[in-house]
């Protein structure tokens, strides 16, 4: 299986602090990396798939690149409604695996 | 816009099966103009992350998270537009949130790069295993 390994584990920022996220893959998964929003008692939300290509409706502060083991996901500006778990997720190769998450709370 | 709905017992005896259903509203679930769905289970356990189960595709081809395979059944009943899980000989080990997804699978083109994501998602049910 593909061990996918978010970092860090927690975040705490503030309203406007821009904020990264990473993910890596432990072998080469190209592009075939997705990110999720989750919120408490809520199903994941799909953000970003392919590494870098924006969900329709999801806002524009969010930002992602990478390819082959390394990801980043970028928030530009913090907003109140992104403080969430956020998940990494490769569809390489099956199983299909996720990341521990991240947990952005609020400074 | 696509609906996924989990429904099934939210409490499951040790040793007994776990069956849930999930019901696929407001679109296709055979196949889209320039994507492949596979129909897809999710489970996760409480303060937990993510485990990947298993999917299907309207051809009836199944894949499984080997962690799970020996007890995992997915089926799929394209009339009524909906598709099942079955667990066998649950432990305790096995209470978790499951939800079900749709994993969408295009090829892209070329300005498009190819995707593969878990697209839509049921609310999630709760299922707990104890006597």
């Known amino acids: 299986d593909i061990q996918m390994t978010q970092s860090p584990s927690s975040l705490s920022a503030s309203v406007g602090d821009r904020v990264t996220l990473t993910c890596r893959a432990s072998q080469a998964i190209s592009s075939f990396l997705n990110w999720y929003q989750q919120m408490p008692g809520k199903a994941p939300k799909l953000l970003i798939h392919?590494?870098?290509i924006l969900e329709s409706g999801v806002p524009s502060r969010f930002s992602a690149t990478g390819s082959g083991t390394d990801f980043s996901l970028t928030i530009s500006s913090l907003q109140p409604e992104d403080f969430a778990t956020y998940y990494c997720?490769?569809?390489?190769?099956?199983?299909?695996?996720f990341g521990q998450g991240t947990k952005l709370d609020i400074k | 816009q696509v609906q996924l709905q989990e429904s099934g017992p939210g409490l499951v005896k040790p040793s007994q099966t776990l069956s849930l259903t999930c019901a696929v509203s407001?679109?296709?679930?055979?196949?889209?103009?320039?994507?492949?769905?596979?129909w897809s289970w999710i489970r996760q356990p409480a303060g937990k992350g993510l485990e990947w189960i298993g999917h299907?595709?309207?051809?009836?081809?199944?894949n499984y998270n080997p962690s799970l395979k020996s007890r995992v059944t997915i089926s799929l009943d394209t009339s009524r537009k909906q598709f099942s899980l079955r667990l066998t000989s649950v432990t305790a080990a096995d209470t978790a949130v499951y939800y079900c997804?749709?994993?969408?699978?295009?090829?892209?083109?070329?300005?498009?790069?190819?995707?593969?994501?878990?697209?839509?998602w049921g609310q999630g049910t709760l299922v707990t295993v104890s006597s």
């Open positions: 407001g679109g296709s679930i055979i196949s889209g103009s320039s994507s492949s769905y596979y």
């Open positions: 997804a749709r994993h969408r699978v295009s090829l892209g083109g070329l300005v498009t790069p190819p995707a593969r994501c878990f697209d839509y």
């Open positions: 299907i595709y309207k051809s009836g081809d199944t």
């Open positions: 392919s590494a870098s």
């Open positions: 997720q490769q569809s390489y190769s099956a199983p299909h695996t």
